[in-house]
């Protein structure tokens, strides 16, 4: 399941603080800072004092949504850099596994607003894409019910909740028809 959707910074925070209040679901980091562990966030304040929601262009801040009724459990992969090209830093993680459900935010360069995404694998293309021996394991121990329900959840409050329009299959969020309406683009 994809969806995409128009939002900006008190967009986001609305849905976050949705996602923490009204799901049983999780925000964690997708991938950590640098030199840093993977977080779990336990309110949208906290995602607010690490990340800049507003400046930055396609998918600024990114994130992996897990409950415990999903039943499998995230990986954090530990990721070696080499620190002549990443201004001194050894390692970040990436937090991965079939069936989390990705969030990607949105964010403004210059006078464009970029979508935010929603998505995950379903379970054919989960099972479709396992390797033998990957340290995430088989795809068959997630419960893909609970899964699309979560994901069924959440669309359905971005889309017929807090979308004020739409345009094509993607809803435009309050605060994102706004910045529409005084001529920023949105791709």
């Not at 128009?6 to 800072?33: C, G, N, V, W």
Request: charged fraction near 25%; charge should be neutral.
């Amino acid at each position: 399941m994809t969806y995409d959707f128009y939002a900006i910074k008190q967009d986001q925070i609305d849905l976050l603080d949705f996602i923490l209040t009204e799901t049983k679901l999780q925000i964690i980091d997708h991938y950590s800072a640098y030199d840093e562990e993977v977080l779990r966030y336990t309110s949208a304040t906290d995602i607010t004092a690490k990340f800049d929601l507003y400046n930055g262009g396609s998918f600024g801040s990114n994130f992996a949504l897990w409950s415990p009724e999903f039943k499998g459990q995230p990986v954090f992969e530990k990721i070696n850099l080499d620190p002549k090209r990443c201004k001194g830093h050894t390692f970040r993680y990436s937090t991965m596994d079939w069936g989390l459900i990705r969030l990607y935010l949105g964010q403004i360069k210059g006078n464009v607003l970029s979508k935010s995404h929603i998505g995950h694998f379903n379970e054919k293309g989960a099972i479709g894409h396992e390797l033998p021996n990957s340290i995430i394991g088989p795809a068959s121990v997630w419960n893909w019910e609970e899964i699309n329900k979560a994901s069924r959840k959440l669309k359905y409050h971005i889309h017929n909740k807090m979308a004020v329009k739409k345009t094509g299959t993607y809803g435009i969020l309050k605060n994102a028809e706004i910045l529409e309406q005084q001529g920023f683009m949105l791709q």
